[in-house]
Structures are given as structure tokens and as C-alpha cells.
């Protein structure tokens, strides 16, 4: 009986051995260089925060599969697809992802073979310019910067007005004061954190009377992006 049972048990590990083999593997560290505290995943993570992992990440190793990494939970913002590798730095996304999914293998959401939903767009202005409350001074911006940012909502107060990047707000003695912009023309990135880190968010050519998603009083650098 034993000798018949034997092949049973080959034949079942060998049938199970490819389903495993499919699993990628991500290791994030807390701090660069591969350094601080690790969290290892094998399947998706919406929500770091409930590892108490949130905003924390700073280097990155791929053991296996294709993963993708996002400044929000539930897989939304700004996303990056990392192949199997070291990634010892997160230029433009340290201490800000907040999910975590493997791609490219069926199935492995929880068994939804459904294609992922869409992302949701990107930041579309309040009303476009010019139509927007005057900033105190009377005068038309579009003679004044590519962006304007004012420390209060609806384009009140006196602006900084810029035409190119600035990687630190706080020399303007602006850091963490905008609570409206306007952008004149091109497209701009405005990141929560000095050197275009952290959070960012990229806002074409329009008024943005109050802003949203964690950037009202946080913006600390922007850079045109083209």
C-alpha cells in the first residue's frame, strides 16, 4: 500500500508546483539602501496603512513577478511597475506609497479575472481662465507667471507667481501656504515635499479655486513637466 501511494503523493506535488511557482514575491524597506524595517508581500495590498506601512517605503527589492507601486490606496494616483530587481531609492515616490499589487498573472486579485477599473483622472480645474475671482491686485495673470499660487481659497491674496521650477517652496517663504492656483499655460507638478517628493499631483492650464487631495497647505515644490 505504501509503494502504490507514493506516486499519488509525486504526481499531486508536481500538479501543485507550478500554481506556487506563479506567487511574486516584494520585500519594502523603510528606509533607502534597503534598510529599516521590511514588510514582505505575496499578494496584493490596497491599503498599507493597515500594516502600518503607509507613506513609509524607501527602497524596494523584487524577488519575483511584475509589481506595481502607488502613492494611493486601492491601487489610485501616481503608480509605478517595478520588474524583479534592487531597488535601493523611490526617486519621486519615497515615503509615499500606500499600495501594492502584483500584475501580469490571472487570477491573482482574489480570483477576479476582470481587467483592473481605471484610474481616476487627473485634477480638471474648477472653471476655466479667466473666469475667476480677482486676487486683490486687478491685475490679469497671464502677464504674471505660468502658475500662480495664492495662500487663500478662490485666487485671494498676494500670489507668488513662477515660470520655472522651484525645489523649495520655503525660499519664497511660500511652503505649505497655497490654497489656490492658477496655471497659465503648460503642465505643472506639485508635490507635497521639497525636491518633487512625496505626494504630487500634475494640474494643466486653469483656475483650481481650493485644492484637494492632501495638497491644500502642503506644497513644498513644483516643476513643470511639460
Known sequence: MVRSFRPALLCAATLLAPASAL?????????????????????DAGDLSRMGFNDKTSSIIVRSGTWEVCKDANYR?????????????????????SSVREVGRPG???GDHRPYPPRPPRPEPERPYPGYPGH??????????????FPDAG??????RLDREVRDLSRYGFNDRAESIVVNY????????ANFRGRCVVMGPGSY??????????????????
Do not use: K
Open 23 to 43: 506567487a511574486g514575491e516584494i520585500t519594502l524597506f523603510e528606509d533607502a539602501g534597503f534598510r529599516g524595517r521590511p514588510v514582505t508581500l505575496r499578494s
Open 77 to 97: 494616483g501616481a503608480c509605478r511597475t517595478l520588474q524583479p530587481g534592487r531597488y535601493s531609492s523611490m526617486p519621486g515616490m519615497n515615503d509615499a506609497i
Open 108 to 110: 491573482h486579485g482574489g
Open 136 to 149: 486683490g491686485g486687478g491685475h490679469r495673470p497671464d502677464a504674471n507667471g505660468a502658475v500662480l499660487m
Open 155 to 160: 485666487m485671494r491674496g498676494r500670489p507668488v
Open 186 to 193: 503648460g503642465r505643472w507638478e506639485f508635490c507635497v515635499d
Open 209 to 226: 479655486g481650493r485644492l484637494h487631495g492632501g495638497l491644500d497647505r502642503r506644497i513644498s515644490s513644483v516643476r513643470r513637466v511639460r
